[in-house]
């Protein structure tokens, strides 16, 4: 039996608030009660199997967090797939999805932009005379 159902419901509070999402809005997403949340977020009742599963498939909860306040609130989706794909190997779905997550990442957006500026910045005097030799040729960019 979970010792702590105030933690933890204090926690899944603070998770909807994080998605500024009011109770019914939240319970909603998650397919349960207004009243069933209630309970939970005040620590009258303990999140069943059914909505942690929930919470961790639509928000992209760390289950450890809720129940135990261990690690990080959300799960990294880059990595969960290796955490959980049995030999390593990824379905087509799983790789879609996983590629869906990475070109939404903010680290690698971020990354990227940094990559592209550093090489602009570095090449500039390459990319002007090939712009040049592209707007001889008669083209438009």
């Known amino acids: 039996m979970m010792k702590d159902k105030k933690g933890c419901g204090s926690r899944i509070r603070s998770i909807r608030k994080k998605f500024s999402l009011m109770q019914k809005d939240f319970a909603k997403k998650l397919g349960f009660s207004i009243a069933h949340l209630s309970e939970i977020e005040n620590g009258k009742s303990v999140p069943g199997y059914d909505f942690l599963i929930a919470l961790a498939e639509r928000f992209n909860i760390n289950i450890y967090y809720v129940l135990f306040n261990e690690g ?70």
């Open 72 to 141: 990080d609130m959300f799960v990294d989706p880059l990595t969960s797939f290796f955490l959980t794909s049995s030999n390593n190997t990824l379905s087509p779905e799983q790789t879609k999805e996983f590629l869906h997550y990475f070109e939404k990442s903010p680290f690698v957006q971020v990354s990227t932009y940094a990559y592209l500026k550093k090489f602009v910045l570095e090449n500039s005097d390459l990319i002007d005379k090939e712009l040049d030799a592209f707007k001889a040729k008669g083209k438009d960019l």
